[in-house]
């Protein structure tokens, strides 16, 4: 068994079982599925996020594996991967609560609880509007370069996100938001990957999902060159010639991404 608590968790819960207690936790319900459940609730004023895991079963794992997914097992992947993130300077969630029980990976009970990151918006509603009433052009600079800048660096410490999507970047908003304060932070970790160093079929996956999930906010060529340039730390002509092949890649594979969405609707 796994376990940590801090406050207020760890006075709430001194001398009860955690496991039974997460479960008694009550809220805003966002995701109710089969073997886990997310959920808002509010301790002393203070909103927190809820990810319970029960475990999805033999059938599920199997059913995941032979269509070459990787099955989430428990709250364990989004665990590791705040830590990491916390370790290289990648803003995220804090974690205040997490407990894992159980060897078998089919029924293995676990949770996490974050603290909520309030008040916020997400990157994709802040930029919803950008085609018709352009940001400032320094503000975008500066967006762009800082979510390159997260981006390369969560891969280079070996985490890939398998959610990667603009909707996942939180910009903070409780001052003014400029092109020299602003605050991003990066949620939404429970399907990430924790190694030694991303590969590189898992690193593309991100940024094919990042650029599609961009297509339609009016990035020009020079956004996606100062892209480029701040997620790779390389000069911009070692990165034309070398990353040729992975640049065509991304073009074909965010374009089918976008006519997938345009016909069958949402695919995030």
């Known amino acids: 068994m796994r376990l940590m608590l801090l406050e207020p968790f760890k006075s709430l819960w001194h001398g009860e079982d955690p496991f039974v207690e997460v479960e008694r936790l009550d809220g805003q319900v966002y995701r109710e599925l089969e073997g886990r459940r997310t959920l808002r609730t509010e301790v002393d004023g203070q909103g927190y996020f809820v990810k319970i895991h029960r475990g999805i079963g033999w059938a599920e794992i199997a059913k995941n594996l032979l269509t070459a997914k990787a099955p989430v097992l428990g709250a364990g992947q989004e665990w590791r991967a705040i830590q990491r993130l916390h370790e290289v300077g990648v803003p995220t969630m804090t974690a205040v609560a997490y407990g894992e029980r159980g060897a078998n990976p089919a029924s293995q009970h676990s949770f996490i609880i974050t603290e909520e990151l309030a008040p916020t918006v997400s990157l ?120 040729a092949t992975l640049l065509s890649w991304l073009e074909g594979k965010a374009e089918r991404l976008y006519r997938r969405k345009q016909r069958y609707g949402d695919v995030l």
């Open 124 to 243: 994709e509603d802040f930029t919803a509007d950008w085609l018709e009433q352009p940001p400032a052009p320094s503000l975008k600079r500066a967006l762009i370069a800082e979510v390159a800048r997260m981006a390369g660096t969560m891969h280079r410490a070996g985490v890939n996100h398998r959610d990667f999507y603009i909707c996942h970047f939180l910009l903070h908003t409780n001052k003014p938001v400029t092109a020299s304060d602003f605050r991003l932070s990066l949620i939404d970790l429970h399907r990430a990957q924790v190694r030694a160093t991303t590969p590189p079929r898992w690193r593309n996956k991100d940024l094919a999902g990042l650029y599609f999930s961009a297509i339609e906010i009016g990035l020009t060529r020079g956004d996606k060159l100062r892209f480029l340039r701040e997620y790779f730390q390389r000069p911009l002509r070692e990165i034309l010639r070398d990353e």
